[in-house]
């Protein structure tokens, strides 16, 4: 008899439909992963946290609603199992130090790919931060 796999449940809060039915396609064909579904903003995100209780959220940052970084802050406050990863577009030192300092565990462009994501996924729920190549290129020209 096998061991049963433990499979990463995700969140994914994007406004973009289309990124989030491409994530939950990489991430079923990429295997170990469970799909809790997707928000279009982070109106109810805590209240889907709470509900839910993913191992980690994809959150974009350009999105219409609550200041995501608001609400990144109450999840690492209240749901401290829950582990946040910024996925965007956005790629500025201000929003990279302003996500770490609300409680993200990584920072990651979606310029980096799909294997950059999956990778952070992977390492954040073993305890590591992430910040992705691009991101990181970012804060290392000061």
Request: glycine residues 8%; proline residues 6%.
């Amino acid at each position: 008899m096998t061991e049963p796999v433990n499979r990463i449940s995700v969140l994914c809060v994007d406004d973009n439909q289309d990124v989030a039915r491409a994530l939950r396609r990489k991430l079923s064909l990429v295997g170990g992963f469970d799909w809790r579904g997707w928000l279009p903003d982070a109106e109810s995100l805590l209240g889907s946290v709470r509900q839910h209780c993913p191992a980690v959220v994809l959150l974009d940052i350009d999105m219409p609603g609550p200041d995501p970084f608001g609400v990144l802050a109450e999840i690492t406050a209240q749901c401290p199992d829950t582990r946040v990863i910024v996925f965007s577009g956005h790629i500025r030192r201000d929003l990279i130090d302003r996500a770490l300092d609300s409680g993200a565990w990584a920072y990651v462009s979606k310029n980096d790919g799909d294997v950059a994501l999956v990778d952070a996924i992977r390492r954040v729920t073993a305890g590591e931060f992430v910040v992705s190549p691009e991101a990181q290129a970012v804060l290392d020209r000061g």
